[in-house]
């Protein structure tokens, strides 16, 4: 199985700083790299798919770059919506595999 | 607007037996793959499988760790999407989501998740 590692696990951020979180494959995916976040208590939603491209209805301070084995996410200002935790998923190959999560939380 | 309801979770003892259901509206069913996920405290988010459309044979994928045990299935004069859970085991108590695959095949939409907890 392709092993997704997410870096940091966690982080501390105010509001407007810029914030990257990093995901790396055990093996080439290409750019089939997707981006979900999930705010407590609720389901995932899918921010970022094919590494860079955004999801309908997701703001443009979200934005996504890689192909290969190394990706990230940028976030270019936080706002208080966006304390959540993020979680990328390969789908290139089967099983899909997902990252253990980066919690964005108040600093 | 694309909604997809999960239902059929609850308590149930290790060994026993669980259908989940997942509920679509506001999109054409029939065109798109749907997969299940869950998510554990300890384990995050795992996939699965998925339910293959009409045109792909209704073919179904499944992960190593729940083959032989869940059978995916889907009604699409319904809009639905089930899950069958046998031989139930503690590790398998979790929120369970359905998913659904754009035409693009990437995961676009979520349900809101149902929890299973197998305890005795």
């Known amino acids: 199985d392709i092993q997704m590692t997410q870096s940091p696990s966690s982080l501390s951020a105010s509001v407007g700083d810029r914030v990257t979180i990093t995901c790396r494959a055990s093996q080439d995916i290409a750019n089939y790299l997707a981006w979900f976040q999930q705010r407590p208590g609720k389901a995932p939603k899918s921010l970022i798919y094919?590494?860079?491209n955004l999801q309908s209805g997701v703001p443009s301070k979200f934005s996504g770059s890689g192909s290969g084995t190394d990706f990230t996410l940028t976030i270019s200002s936080l706002q208080p919506e966006d304390f959540a935790t993020y979680y990328c998923?390969?789908?290139?190959?089967?099983?899909?595999?997902f990252g253990g999560g980066t919690t964005v939380d108040v600093k | 607007e694309v909604q997809l309801v999960e239902s059929g979770g609850g308590l149930v003892q290790p060994g026993g037996s669980l259908r989940l259901s997942c509920a679509a509206s506001g999109f054409t069913f029939s065109d798109h793959y749907i997969d299940w996920v869950r998510q554990t405290p300890g384990e995050g988010l795992e996939w699965l499988g998925r339910?293959?459309?009409?045109?792909?044979?209704?073919?179904?994928e499944y992960a190593a760790s729940v083959a032989g045990r869940f059978t995916i299935s889907r009604d699409d004069s319904k809009n639905s999407l089930y899950l069958q859970l046998n031989s139930l085991r503690t590790e398998d108590t979790a929120v369970y989501y359905c998913v659904r695959m754009s035409r693009s095949y990437y995961f676009d939409y979520w349900g809101q998740g149902i929890l299973v907890t197998v305890s005795s």
């Open positions: 094919a590494a860079s």
């Open positions: 998923l390969q789908y290139k190959f089967h099983p899909l595999t």
């Open positions: 339910a293959k459309t009409k045109a792909m044979g209704y073919t179904t």
